[in-house]
T-cell receptor, first 110, second 113 residues
Framework: SQQGEEDPQALSIQEGENATMNCSYKTSINNLQWYRQNSGRGLVHLILIRSNEREKHSGRLRVTLDTSKKSSSLLITASRAADTASYFCATDTGRRALTFGSGTRLQVQP | GAVVSQHPSWVICKSGTSVKIECRSLDFQATTMFWYRQFPKQSLMLMATSNEGSKATYEQGVEKDKFLINHASLTLSTLTVTSAHPEDSSFYIC?????????FGPGTRLTVL
């Protein structure tokens, strides 16, 4: 079963703009991870944020985590056409497999 | 970093045949591996947890007699789709837990004609 939902389901922006995706989940977690998936391809791990962290940066990526609201956001700054992909959050409860959100399809127009 | 491989990367088969997909952890041992299925434009859904030396644990709604999982060694898990039908066409992704990190294979695209 899916842990939660992501919004928006789809997002279309122009190159250079920022893209923000949100993820909500249902249970307590050890960490939350964000992945990218290009069409028809495997997953690329982007960033992991632990439950005791509130914000994390990696290059043009900024992730926030609010455990009280059970939500996370992924911000991609200065987007590029190559950022076009689907983005998934995944929660790790430490007991078993990662549980994925519903995903956001990002289209960056050149 | 740790690598998980899958073979084949894609397969096309006729309805009614069986297809085996291999998942290998290349540089670490994995007592637990996971199999996910992803339909077009949808998220990854966990199908089953593969446990080395014991029976797999299937998620609700996944037919264990149709999706046979064998975890024969600490580096290999196989998923066999038996009597495949067009509705089984999907992207199958395995992952292996190495310590606290889960590593994903590149996926196998199954198309059943």
């Amino acid at each position: 079963s899916q842990q939660g939902e992501e919004d928006p389901q789809a997002l279309s922006i122009q190159e250079g703009e920022n893209a923000t995706m949100n993820c909500s989940y249902k249970t307590s977690i050890n960490n939350l991870q964000w992945y990218r998936q290009n069409s028809g391809r495997g997953l690329v791990h982007l960033i992991l944020i632990r439950s005791n962290e509130r914000e994390k940066h990696s290059g043009r990526l900024r992730v926030t985590l609010d455990t009280s609201k059970k939500s996370s956001s992924l911000l991609i700054t200065a987007s590029r056409a190559a950022d076009t992909a689907s983005y998934f959050c995944a929660t790790d409860t430490g007991r078993r497999a990662l549980t994925f959100g519903s995903g956001t399809r990002l289209q960056v127009q050149p | 970093g740790a690598v998980v491989s899958q073979h084949p990367s894609w397969v096309i088969c006729k309805s009614g045949t069986s297809v085996k997909i291999e998942c290998r952890s290349l540089d670490f041992q994995a007592t637990t591996m996971f199999w996910y299925r992803q339909f077009p434009k949808q998220s990854l859904m966990l199908m089953a947890t593969s446990n080395e030396g014991s029976k797999a644990t299937y998620e609700q709604g996944v037919e264990k007699d149709k999706f046979l999982i064998n975890h024969a060694s600490l580096t290999l898990s196989t998923l066999t789709v038996t009597s495949a039908h067009p509705e089984d066409s999907s992207f199958y992704i395995c992952s292996a837990r190495g310590g606290t990190t889960q590593y994903f294979g590149p996926g196998t695209r199954l198309t059943v004609l």
